[in-house]
């Protein structure tokens, strides 16, 4: 059958056909539009963006503030989307992104109305389109911390390091003579090294720059403030810092505490975006900072303050470091102004140990089965080992002794015959029993024991017998030593409570006894040994250590010590004899419990 169509129903087929086309093409360019908006605002494009809006000039301000706030890490998309005729509305989803490593994302769905204009289509500005609370004020992001802020305590729950207000003094170019002097005149008796020829050697040397010139705690700031605010071209900026709540703390340690802290309080910390309305500020978007507990550290403020006293009076770079033998904490890691200077050596400073490190030699000799400590051995004052001449301190000669006595009296040429006797491992062996030469990864410090190669010929290990050679060891490393002859066994070094160190191996266990045993001769050290100026500390067992660098006309000074349940070793550089570090320990030692 033939259908026929007349020419009525055509022209209105044709009608019907041109309409849908039309609005086909109206919705095409809506898309078109909706489409550039979202990916202008998405590249922060505030000219681009605003340009597809009723109000451009409105908007490219509003939008050109918003990005410079939020930056424009942002992404746009339309969701949905409602045509009417010449008019429609549409749903955006926005996500920007802040913070470190972008994780804090702040997501929200707006609605906004578009209207045809012709044959173009043109967004209706409303701020709050672009983000809720825009059409209020702008907006800003910050950081919202943790309150109340944790604190580092030490091992009895005193305050360590807490949060302090202080304020950069910062002096600008620009600032005449006069002034420099003033500004110089109210800082050096707080700080002794600003001066009027600091300040213009640091301007100087500034191009152009501001200069900060201290920074000062409150107590410090608070008589000379109204000077300073009042002098020309200086500029106030208080900040809020972790500091030391004694400001006589200066542990190498409280940098890496420092840093622990830091992390968790970014961990916790939360973030708002803020609306700044007529009303006042109004948060609109964000996340609550989340609650932080104390660092509780194992650091002992009233024993720290005491080994900086006694490391005080020496003029070159000085270390002391004590561990709790029974459970790795520790207590003490001190150093001098000239130690600062080098960066933290008692954790990291290596250096060869001297006659400490015959704490390892006498472990490695018993263990080995060559003596026992009652052994008779030959002190000679000098003798040849393996085409090595080894000298005993001064040359002194003690012909045929006990083992015992030749340790606590430092016989190298003792140490030196025991020590090639040794397989070339044997050192290496019996120094990872005691800690050195095992590296620890411990939350809140960095920490370095030290080294110990193995001597693969008889001259090296002749050398390392008397610490000497390619043995370095840290206070640090030196310090683990002494606690583990202590303690028996390698306690893990901690200095965040309940957060011991991890080791990056595991030493075969010290046998039973030995520990003992070395001991027993650590005791005779202090009683009729090299250490004998320590004898009035009751209990005390240590070894002395010269140590040689350079040439035979330098050396460092070391002791390592036990008194009951503290470990502690103590270093000189450049001290010449073990005198300095033996008093240096006594003048602590004698201070504390």
Known sequence: MIVRTSRRSAAALLAVMLLLAGCSDAEDRLESTLRSFVDALSR?????????????????DTLGRLFASLGT?????VTATRREEDSATFTLAATWKFGPEKRNEWSYTTDGTATAAGDDWTIGWNAATVAPGLDQGPLSYSTLVPQPAARVLDRTGAELLTQHVVTLVDVAPGINANDVNTVAALLNPIAPGVTPASLSADLAAASGKPVTAITLREEDLAPIEEQLAATPHVTLRPQTRLLATDRALTSPTLAGLSDLWQQRTDAAAGWAI?????????????????????IAATLDIGMQLAAEAALAP????????????????????AQNA?????GPIALTGLYPPGSTFKTVTVSAALQAGQVTPDSIVACPGTENIEGRQIPNDDNFDLGD?????????????????????LPPDGLTKAAAQLGLGIDYVARGMTTVTGSVPVADTSALRVEEGIGQGKVTASPFGMALVAATLAHGSVPAPTIVAGEPGVPDRTPEPLPSSVDEQVQAMMRETITDGTATQL????????KTGTAEYIDDQHAHGWFVGIRGDLALAVFVSDAGSSGPAVDAAGRFL???P
Do not use: Y
């Open 44 to 60: 922060g494009d505030a000219p681009a963006a605003a340009a597809l809006t009723g109000d451009e000039a409105a908007a490219s």
């Open 73 to 77: 890490d942002v992404g746009f998309e």
């Open 274 to 294: 803020i609306a700044e309305t007529a009303a006042g500020a109004q948060r609109v978007g964000g996340q609550d900072a989340k609650p932080v507990g104390d």
């Open 314 to 333: 020496l003029t070159t770079p000085a270390a002391i470091v004590a561990i709790q033998p029974s459970t790795g904490d520790l207590l003490v890691v």
């Open 338 to 342: 000239p130690a600062d200077a080098q």
């Open 401 to 421: 002794v006990p083992l015992h006595t030749a340790f606590a009296r430092s016989c190298n040429t003792t140490m030196g015959r025991l020590a090639v006797n």
């Open 535 to 542: 004898q009035d500390i009751p209990g005390l067992l240590g």
């Open 590 to 592: 004698r201070a504390i």
